[in-house]
Nanobody, 128 residues
């Protein structure tokens, strides 16, 4: 079992920045894929970024590549999502999720049902 708690959402103007954090507890932090997902009203949940807790290798959706950075603090068992150059279309509920154990050394945001553990979400609103 893995428990996840997100923090850091809020409202910002277009072009601004926010940093989300996801603190984990429960089963071993190592050997896990941690991912960030988002869901806007009326839209399907989509993957944003993922990171391997073992290798630290990140992976990004094309829509956020170059603007968002996923990172981790293994001592704190926490993963971060630094979001820069935010756009109104980034507005969504953001969720942290864990695939534990990870299926290999590289992590992606699919398949979605590989992520068994989810946080409660944090709202990000970007105004134009």
């Amino acid at each position: 079992q893995v428990q996840l708690m997100e923090a850091g959402g809020g409202s910002v103007q277009a072009g601004g920045s926010l940093r989300l954090s996801c603190t984990t507890s429960g089963d071993s932090y190592s050997g896990t894929c941690l991912g960030w997902f988002r869901q806007a009203p009326g839209k399907e949940r989509e993957g944003v970024a993922a990171i391997s807790t073992d290798s630290g290798a990140p992976f990004y959706a094309d829509t956020v590549k170059g603007r968002f950075t996923i990172s981790q603090d293994t001592a704190k068992k926490t993963v971060y999502l630094q979001m820069n150059s935010l756009k109104p279309e980034d507005t969504a509920e953001y969720y942290c999720a864990a695939e534990s154990p990870a299926d290999g050394p590289f992590c992606f945001m699919w398949p979605l049902d590989a992520y068994k553990y989810w946080g409660q979400g944090t709202q990000v609103t970007v105004s134009s």
